[in-house]
């Protein structure tokens, strides 16, 4: 065996981790601090905030006693509040019977119910905020797309005689003006009804003249993006690549690939790649993917797994803090929405359980995003902290969302569930989270 043709897979296996370490810390990191300033906030004291678990690498106390520390193993996180008998917040009945009644306002346990609920909820709350933050961020880096279409710089594609130049604006293209990009209905009319040619007519505006110009087909079948874990990232298939033939069949726009693909049934594909100017060959097999539609539920169909997009960049217009906070909120609430339904269609059956991933899917994940930009890593992050957030809000014993359930309890009934009843929940919570790790570990190794 030649040892150093293993380095570039090392490699990669490494950069896979360090991308899912680096995303779950910052993850885990805003979720246990979240816990922990407003528990500070509302007198709780925190003895311990760690990061990791297992062997202790690093650790400082600061003025307010709490000990900050860095641990071995970097798959989570928690706080340890004063009263507490493990990270999971279980009571510590010995310590807490030994605690000077003036001490016990600042113990998880022996604070008011509003301030414990307040301490609990913080953590997704905080997951949320960081989604939010992050997809604000990026929209606002980003910009949204002039209306009308303004052409920047102009992508490297196959076709021949372009005249179309950065700092045109676009009045119709074929002879179809274009509907506003929030007329979605329209504006996808419009798309579908486009030639299948790779040049076209473009009448433009240059220069304050009113011109017609040749120029590309405006959504050829260009690689934006890739899926991780896809049939087309598992190919070799690299963003900037242009899909010119699907089994010798010419083709010139994203809609014939789509169509293509979702009309294969599933048969391998062999598709002629414009890749740098030369050309290449790849197979690939599409894969039946479960996805989430606008108006619920969702629809199956044979994906390879690629974004597409322009023929060119288009223009952009700033967009104000205001409306980035709320398409953030907007795109918070959407992958929350679609989690919850997919995790409904998994329990029904309506879709396939291998749409849940355990820790090596989301490692792979990490790994694919942080490959191609640091924007998409920094999305996923955000993708991937609303999950996290969500996660933790379910009624489970051990979770945030189990604690939430015993606060409520108490509220209703006057008293919290006695220690007995809390130590057998807890201890079935811990077997559901188990289980339910174990099982989207099998996914990760055993589905397609």
């Known amino acids: ?29 805003v979720h246990e601090y979240g816990h922990y300033i407003v528990g500070r906030w509302c007198g709780i004291k925190a003895e311990v905030f760690s990061l990791g678990f297992g062997p202790v690498l690093f650790s400082r106390k600061d003025r307010h006693g709490t000990r900050w520390q860095l641990a ?11 009263g507490d008998a493990d990270p999971a917040s279980g009571k510590d009945s010995a310590a807490m019977a030994a605690t000077p009644p003036e001490r016990l306002r600042h113990t998880m346990h022996g604070a008011p119910l509003w301030a414990r609920t307040a301490t609990v909820a913080a953590g997704p709350v905080f997951n949320f905020i960081l989604s939010i933050a992050i997809f604000a961020g990026v929209m606002m880096v980003q910009g949204k797309m002039a209306e009308p279409l303004q052409v920047g710089a102009l992508k490297p594609l196959p076709a021949e005689g372009v005249a179309l130049q950065p700092g045109d604006t676009v009045l119709d293209i074929a ?8 007329e979605r209905g329209a504006f996808d009319v419009f798309t579908t009804a486009l030639p299948d040619q790779q040049l076209m007519e473009y009448r433009i505006l240059r220069g304050g003249q009113e011109m017609t110009v040749p120029g590309p087909h405006p959504l050829p079948p260009i690689v934006t993006q890739l899926a991780p874990q896809s049939a087309a990232y598992g190919a070799g298939m690299e963003a900037g690549d242009v899909i010119t033939a699907i089994n010798g069949m010419p083709i010139s ?48 169909q044979w994906r390879i797994g690629i974004a597409g997009g322009w023929a060119f ?20 609430y959407a992958v929350a929405a679609s989690s919850v339904s997919g995790l409904y269609y998994m329990i029904t059956g309506a879709i396939s359980s291998c749409n849940m991933s355990g820790p090596l899917g989301i490692a792979q994940t990490s790994g694919a995003m942080a490959s191609q930009g640091a924007e998409s890593f920094i999305w996923f992050i955000a993708v991937l902290s609303t999950a996290v957030g969500l996660l933790n809000l379910f009624p489970i014993p051990v979770l945030d969302g189990g604690h939430l359930v015993f606060y409520a309890y108490e509220a209703v009934f006057r008293k919290p569930p006695s220690d007995a009843a809390l130590k057998v929940l807890m201890t079935i919570g811990l077997t559901l989270i188990l289980s339910l790790m174990l099982f989207a570990l099998f996914n990760d190794i055993w589905c397609p």
């Open 72 to 82: 071995a193993l970097p798959l989570g996180g928690y706080v340890k509040f004063l």
């Open 253 to 300: 726009s994203f809609t014939q690939l789509k169509g293509a693909v979702e009309s294969s049934g599933g048969a391998t594909l062999r598709l002629d790649v414009w890749r740098d100017g030369g050309q290449e060959q790849l197979s690939l097999t599409p894969r039946r993917m479960d996805e989430p539609q606008e108006g619920g539920g969702f629809s199956t």
């Open 313 to 332: 960049e288009p223009g952009t217009e700033r967009l104000g803090p205001l409306a980035a906070l709320t398409d953030g909120t907007r795109q918070t």
């Open 1 to 29: 065996m030649d040892i150093f043709a293993l380095i570039p897979q090392f490699g990669s296996v490494l950069g896979v981790i360090a991308a899912f370490v680096v995303a779950l810390s910052v993850i885990v990191a």
């Open 175 to 182: 002879g179809t003006q274009m509907p506003g990009y929030d």
